[in-house]
């Protein structure tokens, strides 16, 4: 570590860490209320569970996000962070946003929470991923203006790297698209069209720079690869991303109401997201063969490749699954939908913010060469666990829409299954889907658990020498 | 990569390319702004429509249902359940709504369960009016079938 103020950061990782275990418990409670009706739906309906599922998976990616950028741009730039006061402050008040919604999600019915927070003077509540309070809402923006705030002015005062550039666009990017979910016309249709500004333009757009830039800058440090080379290829996979996936959001105006051109421009544009992901993959394998040391922290490494590949499979492969309009019509809204919604936002995001934990925390504590040896066997442990469950995950729920596909929208009306009863046949690919979980839930423990994994006696006496 | 190819054209891609592809972007969206009300029959918006979907929104009704495929997939889609329901007829899914909302929550064991919003007779019929309103968008002939 080369400044002291990168150290901010660590708050960041491990409450976004927190908010990641009440993800998951969350989602294991939904995925038994798919099975058996009754779960605690009195205290926990399915949609106050989900909200918490999703929101807390939002949250946590943001809070990883600025970690990462925390970390990273002090050193990239040379320099240390313009205020890292502002920084510590903007993370109490976004850990205190957040936690006082998720209670508020659980604790009041989301109607009475509405009129709490006078939803009424500008309406934003009730849409999927947008369900927050306005006045949470407001407090995202503020925090996210203090954010790029104070990374912008490291950037201004120091090196302005490809990596730094790539990185503050993408950050300036989600804080502007995020403007759009305070607008709420009446218009379902008007509304839903500008709904995808936040959420496609984000994840498709520029939270993919994020990656990026992210995914580079691990890459440069345990490779040791030069600047140059990693630089060009970040450029060409981030310009490849936005030239195909700006009106690659056209996948999802095919059934909302906007004109039949979208149905070319959609299918046409987004056939092409798949290619900066393939880049990625190509890139990060390129790079680690030719890498120029050992460094000692190879679990991160490992992150950085499955991150690539991970992100390939779920938003590339599952996503042109379903992306040309003749398929998509039937695909639309179905567990495929979920399948290709969990695999992309886990291997893209989740992963690459663990990508960057795994190679900053142990740095931030006194380990510049990566945790002990025992620690990263259990952390790869906790890898493979993951991936392979949450690959499981996303295969039973492929299994559950191509059957549902076939049982309700493939038959004339008159013959189709009704929704109810298809479920009700779907519910042993259910099951497995549950179990699957559970093992994700326990990789994640082991992930936990290897933050604590000490070092033995000699690899303490051989860090003390190195610090000598 | 070819050395032909510098890391500065590449730059030139990325700044050039996202800012042009981003303007076609939102060239589309004012054509596509411009054909919507031949689309979305905004002219029928009336006040019980509007309020029909704050109804939607403040009750997070997306939490479990899609409504146009979009949404939660724990429910039935809710865009066409007007005809579903109603077999198109105002009347009659304005009585199917009202009796739906009041039998909430279902005491079938096991059964996937909707909770009860203990709205008032207008509120449902807001509702509907919105759903009605929505099951009529131009959106491209989807479901494919009724079922949703
Ligand atoms: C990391 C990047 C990505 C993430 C995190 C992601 C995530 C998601 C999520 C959560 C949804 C469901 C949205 C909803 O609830 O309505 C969705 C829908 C969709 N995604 Fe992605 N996606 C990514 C990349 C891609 C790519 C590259 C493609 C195309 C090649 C794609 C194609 C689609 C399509 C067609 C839908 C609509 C599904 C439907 O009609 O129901 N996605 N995506
Ligand atoms: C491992 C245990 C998990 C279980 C049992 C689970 C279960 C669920 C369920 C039941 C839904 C609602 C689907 C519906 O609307 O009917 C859901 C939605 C979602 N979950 Fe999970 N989840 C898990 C883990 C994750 C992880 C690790 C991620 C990402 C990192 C994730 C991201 C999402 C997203 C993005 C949605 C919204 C999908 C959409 O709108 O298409 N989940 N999850």
């Given at each position: 570590m080369k400044f002291e103020s990168q150290k901010v950061a660590k708050p960041y990782f491990i409450f976004a860490l927190v908010l990641f275990v009440g993800q998951i418990l969350f989602g294991l409670i939904m995925g038994l209320q798919y099975v058996s009706g009754d779960f605690l739906t009195t205290y926990i309906p399915f949609n106050v569970a989900r909200m918490v599922h999703t929101n807390l998976l939002i949250v946590w990616l943001l809070f990883g996000f600025m970690g990462a950028s925390y970390y990273l741009v002090p050193e990239e730039s040379d320099t240390e962070l313009h205020s890292p006061w502002l920084a510590k402050l903007s993370f109490w008040v976004f850990a205190a946003a957040g936690v006082a919604t998720i209670l508020g999600y659980l604790l009041v019915p989301y109607a009475r929470l509405a009129e709490i927070t006078y939803n009424d003077l500008l309406p934003t509540m009730g849409r999927e991923f947008l369900e927050q309070p306005t006045i949470t809402k407001i407090g995202i923006v503020v925090v996210c203006l203090a954010f790029v705030y104070n990374i912008g002015m490291t950037v201004l005062k120091g090196r302005k790297t490809v990596i730094n550039m790539v990185l503050i666009t993408g950050l300036i990017g989600l804080s502007v698209f995020f403007l759009f979910s305070f607008y709420n016309p009446i218009n379902l249709v008007l509304d839903k069209y500008f709904w995808w500004w936040v959420v496609h333009l984000w994840v498709e757009g520029v939270w993919e720079l994020i990656l990026g830039a992210v995914l580079a800058f691990v890459l440069i440090k345990v490779t040791g690869v030069d600047r140059e080379i990693i630089e060009k290829w970040l450029y060409v996979i981030v310009a490849l991303a936005l030239i195909s996936g700006l009106v690659g959001m056209g996948h999802h105006y095919?059934?909302?109401?906007?004109?039949?051109?979208w149905l070319w421009l959609g299918s046409i544009f987004s056939a092409l997201e798949p290619v900066p992901f393939f880049m990625m993959v190509v890139f990060a394998f390129k790079v680690v063969k030719e890498r120029r040391h050992e460094h000692g922290n190879a679990i991160a490494t490992t992150w950085a490749l499955g991150t690539a590949v991970m992100a390939f499979l779920g938003a590339g492969v599952w996503g042109f699954l379903h992306t040309l309009a003749p398929v998509n019509y039937y695909?639309?809204?179905?567990q495929l939908t979920a399948a290709h919604g969990h695999l992309a936002f886990f291997g893209a995001y989740a992963m690459i913010v663990m990508t960057i934990i795994s190679y900053a925390m142990p740095i931030m504590r006194g380990r510049p060469q990566g945790n002990p040896i025992a620690a990263q066997r259990l952390e790869r442990f906790a890898f493979w666990a993951m991936c392979l469950s949450m690959l499981g995950v996303t295969l039973a729920l492929t299994v559950a829409g191509a059957w549902q596909i076939a049982l309700?929208?493939?038959?004339?009306s008159g013959e189709a299954l009704g929704f109810m009863a298809t479920q009700d046949k779907l519910a042993p690919v259910f099951w497995v889907r549950e179990i699957l979980g559970v093992v994700f839930l326990l990789g994640l423990v082991a992930y936990l658990s290897s933050f604590f994994v000490g070092a033995t006696e000699s690899e303490v006496d051989s860090l003390e020498a190195a610090a000598v | 990569m070819a050395d032909r190819f510098t890391k500065g054209m590449a730059r030139n891609v990325y700044y050039g390319g996202g800012v042009f592809v981003f303007l076609l972007l939102v060239g589309l969206t004012f054509d596509t702004m411009l054909e919507l009300p031949k689309r979305d029959h905004r002219e029928n918006i009336t006040q019980s429509v509007a309020n029909g979907k704050h109804l939607w929104e403040k009750n997070n009704c997306v939490g479990c249902h899609s409504l146009m495929g979009e949404g939660a997939y724990f429910a039935p889609e809710l865009a066409n359940v007007f005809d579903r329901r109603g077999g198109g007829d105002e009347q009659v899914f304005k009585g199917f709504l009202g009796a739906w909302m009041a039998m909430q929550?279902?005491?079938?064991?096991d059964r996937r369960k909707m909770p009860q919003f203990n709205l008032t007779d207008k509120e449902v019929e807001e509702l509907a009016d919105f759903l009605i309103w929505t099951s009529r968008i131009n959106d491209n002939d989807w479901p494919p079938n009724i079922e949703g």
């Open positions: 095919f059934w909302i109401g906007p004109g039949e051109y695909t639309h809204g179905s309700q929208r493939l038959p004339e | 929550p279902m005491s079938v064991p």
